[in-house]
């Protein structure tokens, strides 16, 4: 049978209740060929249910396709919620994958399975593609590569830690969403991100001309407000030297900045910061709240001192989750892109044979920003942030899964004892805070305990195992201990 069967007659289609109640008229003294002709089902097919009924009035009046299903509904509905939760917390499982855990489940339970699941030490292709229609929830996607770091660092503690800092401030300035402001750099290059084109069908290769192989960065850092004002963009050339033609079609009132690798530098950073004070009117008496990451040329000494001199309260993003955190970057930074790669494409199509250079980045950065920098955009992503409006529990408890993985127990007074190797002493003992193994990890969601065994217990979502711990704890007391050495 192919994957993609698709029927052809519609015999068997028929309910229960409508066969039951064709079987009923011939029971009350209708003929099979009248009560077939009036109910619209199959005349032998009426006739060899009223023998069934005749036999048990219980039975069953329609096919049972289930007879040879692997799992129940219900079993599967536990395997589709392992897949789901696995997939939030950034340990989502491969079409491969899934079939060995198919496979594991049915063994552990004892179900009766095809004869080439147990040969292959997995269930069927087929399995899976039936499983998948069964549960439209499920679909094969193309995940985006996440860092650790950024999967680990949003967690309820940094979080919670973050607006217990931004909270008191709004409170302590009250005013409102005009004094709060976001400020964030991206990058664009001479390089745009080909678009989808038309081409032939069937081609190997489908080409796009670009202006060169690689190009030259040149950043653009963007201010906004919560009330969706956003000030005129700072533009930061890869140059030594600064030239008016760089900002040639930029839009008014805009800033230049150049540096050699054309990234944002603490003494560039100070020129920003004057930007900001020169547009917001910010003073020790009329404060302002600027958020950012946590970037080397944000935090310099000098970038600071000039901040609390001119009234800018600056509060810094936990790092690794601007993703989730930075309203440009949820809101504002995505529709940029696009309109840039969308702009510097129509560009090299309307100059056949010349390539894009710094001295027309300003003009074609400049009129996406002017796109994508709108006050629908920018107030929606202060509020998906949580900034404004303020609320600190904007973030749903499902967002913060792929934490879990890593979480690690508060101390306490229990302790295990790591012995490790002291170069002055032939043993020494560090007390190490109590560890949670793998098997005693409370699972994201409560399974109930039932004869079925679901993936949930006895494979558990993903955690990172107790030598990890030990090994991290055995490694800082190492290097502690060369430090007093070579001190």
Not at 24 to 40: F, H, N, T, W, Y
Not at 209 to 237: M, Q
Not at 259 to 280: C, I, P, Q, R, Y
Not at 281 to 298: E, K, R
């Amino acid at each position: 049978m192919p994957r993609s069967y698709k029927r052809k007659t519609d015999h068997g289609l028929v309910s229960h209740e409508v066969m039951l109640a064709a079987v009923q008229l011939v029971m009350d003294g209708i003929s099979v060929r009248k009560a077939s002709a009036e109910k619209s089902v199959s005349k032998s097919a009426l006739a060899r249910y009223v023998k069934k009924y005749r036999n048990n009035p219980n039975a069953l009046l329609s096919p049972n396709y289930s007879h040879s299903q692997v799992f129940s509904l219900e079993q599967e509905k536990t395997f589709e919620e392992y897949l789901e939760t696995c997939s939030k917390m950034f340990h989502g499982l491969t079409p491969k994958h899934a079939r060995k855990l198919a496979y594991e489940m049915g063994v552990i339970n004892s179900i009766n399975m095809p004869h080439v699941w147990k040969e292959t030490k997995q269930a069927g292709a087929d399995w899976l593609t039936g499983f998948l229609h069964r549960h439209p929830n499920l679909s094969i996607r193309t995940p985006e590569a996440t860092s650790l770091a950024r999967a680990t660092s949003f967690n309820q503690h940094n979080i919670n830690a973050y607006f217990d800092i931004l909270e008191p401030l709004i409170a302590k300035l009250q005013a409102g969403g005009r004094a709060i402001f976001n400020l964030d750099e991206t990058g664009c290059t001479t390089v745009q991100r080909v678009p989808k084109v038309l081409a032939k069908k069937g081609t190997k290769q489908v080409g796009q001309v670009t202006s060169r192989e690689r190009g030259e960065l040149v950043t653009l850092c963007g201010i906004v407000s919560a009330t969706g004002v956003a000030l005129p963009p700072v533009f930061v050339f890869p140059r030594k030297n600064y030239r008016q033609v760089l900002m040639n079609g930029a839009p008014e009132d805009a800033l230049g900045l150049v540096h050699d690798s054309g990234w944002m530098t603490a003494d560039n950073f100070v020129k920003v910061l004057e930007h900001v004070v020169k547009f917001t009117g910010s003073t020790p008496a009329n404060q302002i709240i600027l958020i950012m990451d946590n970037h080397d040329s944000h935090i310099a000494l000098s970038s600071v001192l000039y901040a609390k001199e001119n009234g800018i309260n600056i509060v810094t993003l936990p790092p690794h989750t601007s993703n989730r955190t930075q309203p440009l970057d949820l809101a504002v930074y995505g529709p940029y892109k696009s309109f840039f790669n969308a702009g510097a494409n129509a560009w090299m199509l309307a100059h056949p044979g010349q390539t894009v250079t710094i001295y027309q980045m300003a003009q074609l950065m400049g009129e996406p920003w002017l796109k994508a920098a709108t006050p629908v955009n920018i107030m929606s992503g202060f509020k998906t942030a949580g900034v404004w409006p303020l609320d600190r529990n904007v973030f749903s408890s499902e967002q913060f899964l792929p934490a879990t993985v890593t979480d690690r127990p508060l101390p306490n007074t229990s302790s295990v004892p790591v012995v490790v190797e002291s170069p002055h002493s032939s043993v020494e003992t560090v007390e190490s805070t109590s560890i949670q193994s793998p098997a005693t990890v409370k699972s994201p969601t409560t399974v109930q305990s039932s004869p079925f065994i679901s993936p949930q217990q006895f494979r558990g979502y993903p955690k990172v195992y107790l030598s990890h711990y030990l090994e991290l704890r055995i490694s800082t007391f190492c290097i502690l201990k060369l430090n007093k050495i070579l001190a």
